[in-house]
């Protein structure tokens, strides 16, 4: 006789994903994904979605409520702390690490300016399946991919950003210490 944890196991289950910019205050992008698929599944629709190039050291970090980075899911091997959670995205399926609603993590599409994108897990879909992953949802234009790209562009284009200290999404305002891309608070 089957579990009844094993048969919610056969249930498929797409995840919602709402990804936004703390640089492009009305860029949001809605994602539908199977729980079953890779980071590296996701990593690459963000890019096609957004025209990015893959660069080395594009991650995703997985975050607590506070936005304090607990593990990384990286494109290759890094020489990581013995001490850290390190996941390699062509092997790790987001539904083993992320099935909680509300659930945060970040994705570095720049890693050379720590420039990332703030995601959250919004919604599971019981009972309806993702045959592959898609932008179910896209509103306002990205922000250039490097920080090179931006200044060659309009050197106002970060003009507003995190930088400047403004409202973001309802918060007095958003701390770069917040999301703690150096430190790796591990929390067990």
Not at 29 to 54: M, N, P, S, W
Not at 127 to 132: M, N, R, T
Request: aromatic share 8%; hydrophobic share 40%.
């Amino acid at each position: 006789a089957l579990s009844v944890k094993a048969g919610l196991n056969l249930i498929p289950m797409t995840l919602r994903l709402t990804l936004f910019s703390q640089e492009v205050e009305d860029f949001v992008v809605e994602i539908k994904i199977d729980a079953e698929a890779t980071f590296a599944d996701l990593h690459r629709l963000i890019l096609a979605d957004c025209g990015y190039q893959e660069i080395d050291g594009q991650k995703f970090l997985l975050c607590d409520e506070d936005w304090r980075v607990e593990k990384q899911v990286c494109m290759r091997d890094v020489d990581a702390r013995s001490e850290e959670d390190v996941y390699l995205m062509e092997h790790t399926v987001i539904g083993e690490l992320m099935d909680d609603e509300g659930q945060r993590l970040a994705y570095v599409f720049d890693p050379e300016a720590k420039r990332f994108f703030l995601m959250e897990l919004t919604e599971n879909l019981f009972g309806q399946p993702e045959p592959k992953p898609r932008v179910s949802r896209h509103h306002g234009k990205a922000p250039l991919q490097s920080v090179q790209d931006e200044d060659e562009a309009a050197p106002a284009a970060n003009a507003g950003g995190a930088e400047s200290g403004e409202s973001f999404y309802g918060e007095d305002g958003f701390e770069d210490e917040e999301l703690d891309l150096e430190g790796f608070e591990i929390s067990e």
